[in-house]
């Protein structure tokens, strides 16, 4: 009889399946944190992939350059202002000054209206008009400049009537000449690999440190440490060094890999991006820092780092064109160390930037540090109250 | 005439979330003596050694340990103390000496490599210094840690619950050892549970939800709480023994083995209760109260004191 049972496999029991389920659950609504985090990520992914996404980027900044005093070059002029895809933020004077802006990225296109361009296009001579685009990321790029095109067309049919009719041809009053400055031939990879860099260091360097600290609580060695006689400097900073090194062997590895397999350009200075690099990986590193005070285990230390990477890739401009999300979206985005080192890192990779060009995306970077190395501090406990 | 101690706190107190878990302690040790800390789980021995070496802050009470002030110096009392927590605290993924050997950068030791060599040699872990302290097990791990708080050469140890999970032999071993460094002068503030233990230690703290009820050596504890024991041989101890308990003049009625301890704090009375029991089939004779007696009458009467 027992050897019988013994030998059997024991029954499926619905009480000790319920003992578990309910084990389950108590274990869950004691860990409050990671229970928000699987209500917080969803909601946030949903919020953002919903509203602030969008691939078919509107509203990009233009600057226009024009040189023509007639009518008919106003006339395009008040069609571009009203040209959903277009935002016309500056009227330049010299060819420099729109250099300028398409370096630093404050706009996207320059519109050059040559001189006597009504008097060209009233002879018939079919005038061309100059789009310089940055094209550094294609997708923000291509629509605007279809949408230029039909535009430029529709735009002069109301003064091209009667006697001028003529003018509007089968091929069009005006000739569009698109100079894709930054990656003419559009290729994908060239804006994303450097990005890449970014968000492969942020990834990593966000999380190990984060880990670094929470481990310590969690195996109980905290206790050691805070019993010596240190300063958290010296236990924040200790930590953080042998991380640089490792940052720095991420942004070696990717940067040999984009320049030897994806054949990615390198325009700009690398000593610069090296330098650059340094005050990025302390950002992210003083990220995974203020996590690790807030943390209570690992587990909630890898899930803020998750919390943190989602926005960070998706409102950063990485994956999708900046300026194609709305504008609440790119304050957001303003704010993230991601966001600024992307633009660094492609200015200085494709656009040959130097320091000059990236001083305006690189202390945002730096106010950024000092908020978090701020929290960290205040947060870092000298004893264990 | 202060000099003499090394650890003198007055009115320690701490609160958690309201509760004092540390209610007004006043201790003082002196230089080269053993203290035990005594009390039951929960009654504050970890707050108040913790509050001793700087890790929590305390609420109220003031004195010094080693001299140094204990609320304002607690980095040079950090410097001075050995301090070995109740669970296993070094790393694990590092070998016995990369550990010994992080410690001792951390308080600076002079001569640093001499140092850890003569540390793993003094506690025979020379043999297995490259092991990674993960794999030790419960003894050698109490080895290294008690290696690891000496290596700075403190003039003061506190040690909490440092032989929880150790078998008998390494206890015994590990006690001849603080002996003997208390002999060269150390000072130790030892918290346990174990009755042979506190036996070991010169003088003894007893504290119940955060108050010190006895302080002194054994003997004066036991002579202080004028308990009375009595010791029966005999059969149905069993039987005996739930009726006992039932009686007024009994406190406590233990069976050690064969035997049964019976207390009571009032003489007569007990005397009273055992007399029906002291027939020809038992041998009864009045013995001294043990340690562990003593204790658990303490426990009790404070119970009915706040229960009053």
């Known amino acids: 009889m027992i050897s019988r049972a013994a030998g059997k496999r024991p029954r499926f029991s619905l009480a000790r399946f319920w003992a578990v389920v309910f084990k389950e659950f108590v274990q869950m609504r004691r860990d409050r944190l990671t229970f928000g985090m699987t209500i917080g990520i969803p909601l946030l992914q949903l919020i953002l992939f919903g509203y602030a996404i969008n691939v078919d980027p509107k509203h990009l900044a233009a600057a226009v350059l024009l040189a023509d005093n007639g009518p008919q070059g106003r006339t395009l002029l008040y069609s571009i202002q009203n040209c959903s895809y277009l935002d016309l933020v500056r009227r330049v004077n010299s060819e420099s000054e729109a250099n300028q802006l398409l370096e630093r990225g404050d706009v996207q296109f320059v519109i050059n209206i040559p001189v006597n361009f009504t008097h060209d296009l009233l002879r018939g001579d079919r005038p061309s008009i100059l789009l310089e685009a940055d094209a550094t990321d294609p997708a923000a790029t291509s629509n605007a400049i279809g949408a230029l095109r039909t535009l430029l067309n529709s735009a002069l049919q109301n003064d091209l009537k009667g006697p001028f009719a003529f003018l509007a041809g089968a091929e069009g009053p005006v000739d569009l000449r698109v100079h894709a400055r930054y990656n003419p031939e559009a290729i994908t990879y060239y804006n994303i690999v450097p990005g890449l860099m970014g968000v492969v260091l942020q990834m990593t360097m966000t999380v190990i440190t984060g880990l670094a600290i929470t481990r310590e609580l969690e195996r109980g060695t905290m206790e050691t440490l805070l019993a010596m006689p240190t300063r958290p400097i010296e236990v924040m900073t200790g930590k953080i060094i042998p991380y640089i090194l490792l940052g720095y062997i991420q942004v070696i590895l990717i940067l040999s890999v984009a320049y030897f397999l994806f054949h990615v350009p390198i325009a700009g200075s690398l000593w610069l991006l090296f330098a650059v690099a340094l005050i990025f990986i302390i950002a992210t590193l003083a990220v995974g820092i203020t996590f690790s005070t807030l943390a209570q285990n690992q587990l909630q230390a890898v899930q803020m780092g998750y919390f943190f990477f989602l926005p960070s890739i998706l409102l950063s401009g990485f994956m999708f064109p900046f300026r194609g999300m709305p504008q609440w979206a790119q304050w957001v985005g303003e704010v993230l160390p991601l966001t600024h080192f992307l633009r660094i890192a492609r200015g200085i990779l494709i656009k040959g930037n130097g320091l000059r060009q990236i001083i305006p995306q690189l202390w945002p970077i730096v106010l950024f540090i000092v908020f978090a190395m701020t929290v960290a501090v205040k947060r870092y406990r000298r004893t264990l109250d | 005439m202060t000099d ?305």
């Open chain 2, 4 to 308: 003499d101690f090394v650890i003198d706190v007055a009115a320690m107190t701490k609160q958690f979330d309201g509760h004092k878990v540390v209610d007004n302690v006043d201790l003082q040790v002196h230089a080269g003596e053993i203290c035990g800390f005594l009390g039951p789980n929960g009654s504050g021995k970890t707050t108040f050694i913790r509050m001793l070496c700087g890790l929590l802050r305390p609420d109220a009470g003031s004195g010094t340990c080693l001299g140094y002030d204990v609320i304002n110096e607690s980095e040079a009392i950090k410097r001075n103390v050995g301090y070995m927590t109740q669970r296993f605290s070094l790393y694990e993924d590092l070998t016995i000496s990369e550990n010994l050997d992080f410690v001792a950068r951390m308080y600076s030791v002079r001569d640093r490599r001499r140092a850890v060599r003569d540390s793993l040699d003094r506690l025979g872990l020379s043999q297995r210094s490259r092991q990674l302290a993960g794999e030790l097990s419960g003894g050698w791990k109490q080895r290294l840690a008690l290696a690891a708080c000496l290596i700075h050469q403190p003039k003061l140890l506190l040690l909490d619950e440092p032989t929880a999970g150790v078998d008998p032999q390494a206890r015994r071993e590990f006690w001849d050892q603080i002996h003997e460094l208390a002999g060269q002068g150390l000072t130790f503030l030892i918290s346990t549970h174990y009755m042979d233990e506190a036996e070991r230690c010169h003088r003894l703290a007893y504290i119940l939800n955060g108050v010190l009820l006895a302080h002194g050596t054994t003997g004066e504890i036991i002579s202080e709480t004028k308990l009375t024991t009595w010791e029966a041989r005999g059969p149905d101890l069993l039987e005996i023994a739930k009726k006992l308990r039932i009686n007024e003049g009994v406190e406590q009625a233990v069976h050690f083995g064969n035997l049964l301890h019976v207390s009571g704090a009032d003489s007569q009375a007990l005397e009273k209760a055992i007399e029906p029991y002291r027939t020809g089939l038992h041998r009864w004779r009045q013995i001294a109260p043990g340690l562990e007696d003593v204790f658990i009458h303490l426990m009790k009467n404070s119970k009915e004191k706040t229960s009053q």
